[in-house]
């Protein structure tokens, strides 16, 4: 079945800087890559996804890269705040199988 | 008006004891799941349902068991609890009747087992 491999697992960036997060996934089939945000106390929370048909999305300061080739896809975060500060998980949808499969989760802390 | 909700937000109980959570959603969605989030924040798919049919049943001990009475309720009761069903249950629900697509997640519930 899928694999999601998430790095780092903490990643601790200055205020206004940038942040990348990375996946990787072994099925080559999968056709959805979403991202979610997990504050402390909540669920996660949708904040950007790609299909496997498109290489790359970007919604203000957040963007996601997709290379099907290598089979992993990225995380942007660009002008960091300090209430970017959250746990972020990459997933992966195979395809015909009607659920997602989760990365291990990145602890991102904005210093200010 | 909140999107999907689960009661209770904490559960306290001792081991052996039986124990339900519940999900509404108030989206129009046709997919439900129950993820498991352990003390490491690992997400894990436990089940889904889609318009009340178990479209998924990953390998969950059968003391958890699943119940849909109709597509914007999903429970989840679970028997016999043991210290390691201590985590954190999310309910969420998606659009597709496929499945797998842009998820949304209730807000968890805490289960401790002591």
């Known amino acids: 079945g899928e694999n999601v491999e998430q790095h780092p697992s903490t990643l601790s960036v200055q205020e206004g800087d940038s942040a990348v997060i990375k996946c990787t996934y072994s099925?080559?089939?999968?056709?959805?890559f979403p991202w979610y945000k997990q504050e402390l106390g909540k669920g996660p929370q949708l904040i950007i996804d790609?299909?496997?048909?498109?290489g790359e999305k970007k919604d203000q300061r957040i963007a996601v890269t997709l290379n099907k080739t290598a089979k992993h896809f990225s995380l942007h975060i660009t002008e960091t705040q300090p209430e970017d500060s959250a746990v972020y998980f990459c997933?992966?949808?195979?395809?015909?199988?009607?659920?997602?499969?989760f990365g291990q989760g990145t602890r991102l802390t904005i210093n200010p | 008006d909140t999107a999907v909700s689960q009661t209770p937000k904490y559960l306290v109980t001792q081991m052996g004891n039986d124990k339900s959570i519940k999900c509404e959603q108030n989206?129009?969605?046709?997919?439900m799941y129950w993820y498991k989030q352990d003390s490491k924040k690992f997400l894990k798919i436990m089940f889904s349902?889609?318009?009340?049919?178990?479209?998924i049943n990953e390998t969950v001990p059968n003391r958890f068991s699943p119940k849909s009475p109709d597509k914007a309720h999903l429970n989840l009761h679970i028997n016999s609890l043991e210290l390691g069903d201590s985590a954190v249950y999310f309910c969420?629900?998606?659009?597709?009747?496929?499945?797998?697509?842009?998820?949304?997640f209730g807000s968890g519930t805490r289960l401790t087992v002591v």
């Open positions: 969420a629900s998606s659009p597709y009747s496929l499945g797998g697509y842009g998820y949304t």
């Open positions: 099925d080559s089939a999968s056709n959805y």
């Open positions: 790609i299909r496997s048909n498109v």
């Open positions: 997933a992966a949808r195979p395809r015909g199988a009607q659920k997602l499969v």
């Open positions: 989206l129009g969605h046709d997919t």
């Open positions: 349902y889609n318009n009340k049919e178990l479209i």
